[in-house]
C-alpha cells in the first residue's frame, strides 16, 4: 500500500480490512513506513502493522462530530519500536477471533514480544502481531475486565507490586 496514498487519508475515517476479527473502522492518524495509527470512536488508539492490512478504505463517517479530540499517540520509527513504549502497560493484541490476547508487555527482544497473561510468560513473534492497543484494567478488584477507554494513561500501566511479580516470573522463566 503506498504511503502517499495512505498520508492523503490522514484525518479521515477509515475502514481497515473488509471484516472478520480484524477489521476495525476509526479516524486515520499517524502513518510510518511500517504502521499505522487509528483512534476509534471510544478513543481508544490503535497501532496496525502496515504488512497485515489486505484492504483499506475511506468510509463516509463524518469525522469531526463523531470523534473525540485528537488523544495524545506515541511515536516510534517502527512497530517493534511502537511495541517497546508499551512496556509493563496492558494490552490488548490484535482486535479479535483466536489470535486476541490480553496481558502485560514485559519486553522485546529478539523478534518476539514477553507477555505476561495469568502468571505465564507468552512469547509473540513481532511479524504475527496485526495490532495492539493498550487497555483499562480493574486493578482494585484483580478482574479480567477490560475497559475499552482509554482515557486514563496511569490506569493502563502495571502497579509497582504487579511488575514486581513480573520481574520474579521473568527471572524464572529465564533460569529455565
Do not use: C
Amino acid at each position: 500500500m503506498s504511503l502517499n496514498y495512505l498520508g492523503t487519508l490522514i484525518g479521515t475515517e477509515v475502514k481497515v480490512n473488509r471484516g472478520g476479527p480484524d477489521s476495525i473502522v476509526g479516524r486515520l492518524v499517524v502513518v510510518h513506513h511500517d504502521y499505522l495509527v487509528l483512534q476509534l470512536k471510544d478513543g481508544t488508539i490503535v497501532y496496525i502493522q502496515l504488512q497485515h492490512i489486505k484492504s483499506l478504505s475511506a468510509t463516509n463517517g463524518n469525522v469531526s462530530r463523531s470523534y473525540r479530540s485528537t488523544a495524545r499517540v506515541d511515536q516510534a520509527h517502527s512497530f517493534e519500536g511502537v511495541l517497546s513504549q508499551f512496556k509493563y502497560t496492558f494490552v490488548q493484541i490484535n482486535r479479535g477471533g483466536p489470535e486476541k490476547i490480553e496481558g502485560v508487555v514485559v519486553e522485546t527482544w529478539d523478534n518476539n514480544l514477553l507477555l505476561v497473561v495469568n502468571n505465564e510468560i507468552v512469547r509473540i513473534p513481532i511479524f504475527h502481531i496485526k495490532s495492539i492497543n493498550a487497555i483499562n484494567k480493574n486493578n482494585s478488584s484483580g478482574g479480567n475486565k477490560s475497559n475499552k477507554s482509554n482515557k486514563s494513561h496511569k490506569s493502563n500501566k502495571a502497579t509497582a507490586a504487579q511488575i514486581v511479580a513480573i520481574k520474579l516470573l521473568l527471572k524464572k522463566y529465564r533460569t529455565r
